[in-house]
């Protein structure tokens, strides 16, 4: 009787702990589809400035990003070298700025669409075609910006972000459950 009572006692505990952890997992995801939704809007904020704004931000960011490195290397360099590098390496930067605000935006959809039964491979797609769709969007929302333009070739960034944003969270996912599996099995 006392060892019935004690495997239903362990069992209701298990069974609590499943719907705590079933809890946490929907209010976890509900939160990055809402963080998902703040993000394309900050977005569209970004997208809505015009050539002069947007250029100004990048310029200012690019100048701190050399100037910060001057610093903490203890290079010796004017700064109208550290202008200079700025300068050539602007375009870049803001390409990886793109690929990167795309990348945690495909991240939140992808962790958003986990509440639904779908293959990984699914989820993904999904998340990733959700991300270019917004790509796309982004850019003819840029043809309406005074001094913007939208092309295609950021689409293509943009999504590239979003794939490898998806790729290197799963490959992240997959390694801390490897990880917390072997430290269970010793």
Same mark, same amino acid.
């Given at each position: 009787?006392?060892?019935?009572?004690?495997?239903?006692?362990?069992?209701?505990?298990?069974?609590? #702990? =499943?719907? /705590?952890?079933?809890?946490? +997992?929907?209010?976890?995801?509900? *939160? @990055?589809?809402? %963080?998902? !939704?703040?993000?394309?809007?900050?977005?569209?904020?970004?997208?809505?400035?015009?050539?002069?704004?947007?250029?100004?931000?990048?310029e200012?960011?690019?100048?701190?990003?050399?100037?910060?490195?001057?610093?903490?290397?203890?290079?010796?360099?004017?700064?109208?070298?550290?202008?200079?590098?700025?300068?050539?390496?602007? #375009? =870049?930067? /803001?390409?990886?700025?793109? +690929?990167?605000?795309?990348?945690? *935006? @495909?991240?939140? %959809?992808? !962790?958003?669409?986990?509440?639904?039964?779908?293959?990984?491979i699914?989820?993904?797609?999904?998340?990733?075609?959700?991300?270019?769709?917004?790509?796309?969007?982004?850019?003819?929302?840029?043809?309406f910006?005074?001094?913007?333009?939208?092309?295609?070739?950021?689409?293509?960034?943009?999504?590239?972000?979003?794939?490898? #944003?998806?790729?290197?969270?799963?490959?992240?996912?997959?390694?801390?459950?490897?990880?917390?599996?072997?430290?269970?099995?010793?």
């Open positions: 009787m006392k060892k019935e009572r004690k495997e239903r006692e362990e069992l209701r505990q298990q069974e609590r #702990g =499943l719907r /705590r952890e079933q809890r946490r +997992m929907f209010w976890l995801r509900n *939160l @990055a589809g809402v %963080l998902a !939704i703040v993000w394309m809007c900050i977005i569209f904020a970004f997208s809505a400035q015009t050539k002069e704004e947007s250029g100004a931000v990048s200012s960011f690019t100048y701190q990003m050399v100037s910060s490195t001057r610093f903490f290397f203890h290079l010796d360099m004017s700064d109208e070298r550290v202008r200079e590098i700025a300068n050539t390496i602007e #375009g =870049l930067v /803001r390409k990886a700025a793109h +690929m990167t605000e795309y990348g945690f *935006l @495909a991240v939140l %959809l992808f !962790i958003w669409l986990g509440q639904w039964e779908m293959s990984l699914r989820r993904g797609t999904t998340a990733f075609g959700a991300a270019t769709v917004y790509a796309a969007t982004d850019e003819i929302h840029q043809l910006v005074a001094g913007r333009s939208g092309r295609f070739s950021d689409v293509c960034i943009d999504s590239a972000g979003a794939f490898l #944003g998806i790729i290197v969270f799963v490959l992240i996912v997959k390694m801390v459950t490897a990880i917390r599996f072997r430290r269970e099995k010793r």
